[in-house]
């Protein structure tokens, strides 16, 4: 197995290692290496109106009665699947999708939805990406990018540059969370389901590859609970076939309605570098419960 080391210097690359899989007869065995191998909704459509056609008098108080009877009955029925629902989690991240901006359509609306929401993560080591999921000032990233660091610099997607805290990760999910004191300045993310993704699925990775912050790349979910190595143990992830380099570490993959589905972490490549269209991100359906637990402490 042969590691590749990301460049160095300023504004140097963090994030997925290159691993050449070993051919088996199980097929190719991805690993990520372990922590310090790397280099420095719609908007709802209004109701129509219908409109009842004009009856004479003793009609007109048989329908109005009725449709009173109707909106009792049906308000009642909201109220009581309210209440089954139960009450809400105590530390809910946001998972309403925004409206597209105008004059964008399909992957360029999906694209600009998201892009707000994404940082850059400098450390005295190199780097990576993230993205704000709450309008607290929280944002997500991989352990393996802060690795070693109490203190790191975002730079949000207007080229600003703020200075964050790591306040808490899980190594073994490779998960972590920072926080900015002004949460004002950011744009929370919106969170999909990863388990409504199917094979065929296109998708959006979108981060700071080799340094190049806010890029965006396309592609499909290649595959579902893949099982490979993160974090120091095997954990299942989404495969794409969107393009993931080094820098892309932590950054969110997203679904055609600007939703994240998942957290970019690593790849597999072959002996000469680079992306060969096999990435994995860690299921934000795993991912999201691990956030707010690290929040709530």
């Keep these: 197995m042969v590691l590749e080391a990301a460049m160095r210097g300023l504004g140097s690359p963090r994030g997925p290692e290159f691993v050449t899989p070993p ?11 372990p922590l310090g191998a790397t280099a420095p909704a719609s908007q709802a459509v209004p109701p ?28 009642a029925g909201v109220a009581a699947a309210r209440l089954d629902e139960g009450p809400a989690p105590a530390t809910a991240l946001p998972r309403v999708a925004p409206a597209p901006p105008a004059g964008l359509t399909g992957l360029s609306a999906t694209a600009a939805r998201v892009l707000p929401s994404v940082v850059s993560v ?6 990576g990406s993230g993205f704000v999921v709450d309008g607290r000032g929280h944002i997500v990233t991989n352990a ?18 703020i200075s964050a805290r790591v306040i808490g990760e899980d190594d073994g999910e490779d998960l972590a969370v920072l926080e900015v004191d002004y949460p004002g300045d950011l744009t929370p993310a919106t969170l999909g389901r990863s388990g409504d993704l ?3 699925d296109q998708v959006l990775a979108i981060g700071s590859p080799l340094g190049l912050s806010g890029t965006v790349t396309a592609g499909i979910v290649s595959a579902l609970d893949r099982e490979v190595r993160l974090g120091g143990s ?7 076939d969107a393009s993931i380099n080094p820098g892309n570490s932590g950054g969110p993959l997203v679904n055609a309605r600007g939703e994240v589905v998942g957290v970019n972490t690593a790849i597999a490549a072959g002996r000469g570098g680079g992306n060969i269209g096999i ?13 707010e637990r690290i929040i709530r402490n």
């Design 122 to 127: 400098e450390t005295d080591r190199g780097g």
């Design 198 to 200: 199917a094979v065929g």
């Design 23 to 33: 051919l088996g007869p199980r097929g190719p065995e991805f690993v990520t290496p």
């Design 48 to 75: 129509k109106t219908v409109h009842a056609p004009r009856k004479a008098p003793k009609a007109r108080l048989l329908v109005t009665a009725a449709l009173v009877a109707a909106l009792t009955g049906a308000a």
């Design 144 to 161: 393996h990018v802060i690795s070693g660091n109490d203190q790191v610099t975002v730079v949000l997607n207007d080229g600003r540059r």
């Design 279 to 291: 990435g994995f991100a860690i299921p934000i359906d795993r991912a999201a419960p691990i956030a």
């Design 234 to 240: 095997r954990r299942t992830a989404v495969q794409t």
